[in-house]
């Protein structure tokens, strides 16, 4: 998507990954410990399909959840970030009906590392356009954010879509 505008954290390490264009994200998969997020990876509608996007990391944590939207009526409006030394250290999502997370969390020696929150607000709810972050040593180092401009009023005027979804259980 040429015309989104790509919000980074700080820092990226490591293997970059890339979502640009993957907007309507329906479920979250996130593997995690108590001081990292370790991967995570997303369902987004794409022509009416629901399609998953590569795992970025090693689901290798200790806990493992999954996020699944109230799609259409459901949409995320919020992201949370917080990166420590070691990477991303605990992520929160908001929708427009509930928060989901912290994953993760602070490492126990919080105090000490230098750390960098990140909130990503998305209003309208078009304005969201994907994901990008970063794999350092197998686990999330970095997640970031696309964000579209305003294509025309009636995207500020709408904000619940009505995209009929299939769900492709061949994969």
């Known amino acids: ?67 699944t939207f109230d799609y259409p009526g459901e949409y995320l409006i919020s992201i949370f970030a917080d990166h420590d030394a ?22 126990s020696n919080y105090s000490s590392y230098q750390h960098d929150t990140v909130t990503y607000n998305f209003k309208p709810r078009s304005s969201f356009g994907g994901f990008h972050g970063s794999i350092l040593d197998s686990k999330m180092y970095a997640i970031g954010v696309y964000i579209r401009p305003l294509g025309s009023l009636a995207e500020i005027e709408t904000d619940v879509g009505s995209d009929s979804v299939i769900i492709d259980k061949e994969g």
Do not use: C
Not at 86 to 107: A, D, E, H, M
């Open 1 to 67: 998507m040429e015309n989104s505008v790509k919000l980074i954290p700080k820092e990226m390490k490591g293997s970059i990954w890339d979502e640009n264009g993957n907007a309507k994200v329906v479920q979250i998969l996130i593997s995690h410990g108590t001081s990292e997020v370790n991967s995570i990876q997303f369902a987004h509608v794409v022509d009416g399909k629901v399609v998953s996007s590569e795992m970025h990391g090693n689901p290798n944590g200790s806990k493992f959840d999954i996020i």
């Open 86 to 107: 070691n990477g991303l250290g605990s992520i929160t999502f908001s929708t427009n009906k509930r928060k989901y997370g912290p994953f993760g969390g602070p490492s």
